[in-house]
T-cell receptor, first 113, second 111 residues
Framework: AQSVTQLDSQVPVFEEAPVELRCNYS??????LFWYVQYPNQGLQLLLK??????LVKGINGFEAEFNKSQTSFHLRKPSVHISDTAEYFC???????????FGAGTRLTVKP | KAGVTQTPRYLIKTRGQQVTLSCSPI?????VSWYQQTPGQGLQFLFE???????NKGNFPGRFSGRQFSNSRSEMNVSTLELGDSALYLC??????????FGPGTRLTVT
């Protein structure tokens, strides 16, 4: 079965600094990869997804991620963060047309002024 | 399009009781998945329904069950509640099976 590891549980960063949230996955077959964001007391919002094609994926709010098959990674990046980016970020993987989506433990991004 | 809605948003129950949570998917979406989110275990997949049939199931005891109606609305039921069932229960709907849209969740507190 597929699984996801988010390497950092918390990432503090100053406003306007770049940030990278790391995600590694394991699967014996081809996967679909996702990043979601969760603001306090809300559900999850899809930031971006990799299904196939270009390995560099651009999402909402200026985020992007790069799929690296050889390193089984899907790291999330933003060149300049804002206070409003403070939230919990989840990496997720699913296999095929299968809604058994597995989530990482989450990374708490805190943007400081 | 209206998003995924979940009712109720907050619920307090006592141990041993049962509870039913409801989820209305985005119009046109036939797949509904349920997740449990807790600080200790994170996000865990409960089950997925597609066209009124359970298509996938996570590793939860039989006290957790669900169903889907012909209009794609789904309900989740937890019987004989335990303190450890306190969690945020999230519902997600999708059209093609992999891009899921989440509702705001139902916060269940078991006392």
């Amino acid at each position: 079965a597929q699984s996801v590891t988010q390497l950092d549980s918390q990432v503090p960063v100053f406003e306007e600094a770049p940030v990278e949230l790391r995600c590694n996955y394991s699967s014996s077959v081809s996967v679909y990869l996702f990043w979601y964001v969760q603001y306090p007391n809300q559900g999850l919002q899809l930031l971006l997804k990799y299904l196939s094609g270009s390995t560099l994926v651009k999402g909402i709010n200026g985020f992007e991620a790069e799929f690296n098959k050889s390193q089984t990674s899907f790291h999330l990046r933003k060149p300049s963060v804002h206070i409003s980016d403070t939230a919990e970020y989840f990496c997720a993987v699913s296999v095929g047309n299968n809604n058994d989506m597995r989530f990482g433990a989450g990374t708490r991004l805190t943007v400081k002024p | 399009k209206a998003g995924v809605t979940q009712t109720p948003r907050y619920l307090i129950k006592t141990r041993g009781q049962q509870v039913t949570l409801s989820c209305s998917p985005i119009s046109g979406h036939r797949s509904v998945s349920w997740y449990q989110q807790t600080p200790g275990q994170g996000l865990q997949f409960l089950f997925e329904y597609f066209s009124e049939t359970q298509r996938n199931k996570g590793n939860f005891p039989g006290r957790f069950s669900g169903r889907q109606f012909s209009n794609s609305r789904s309900e989740m039921n937890v019987s004989t509640l335990e303190l450890g069932d306190s969690a945020l229960y999230l519902c997600a709907s999708s059209f093609q099976g992999w891009e899921q849209y989440f509702g705001p969740g139902t916060r269940l507190t078991v006392t």
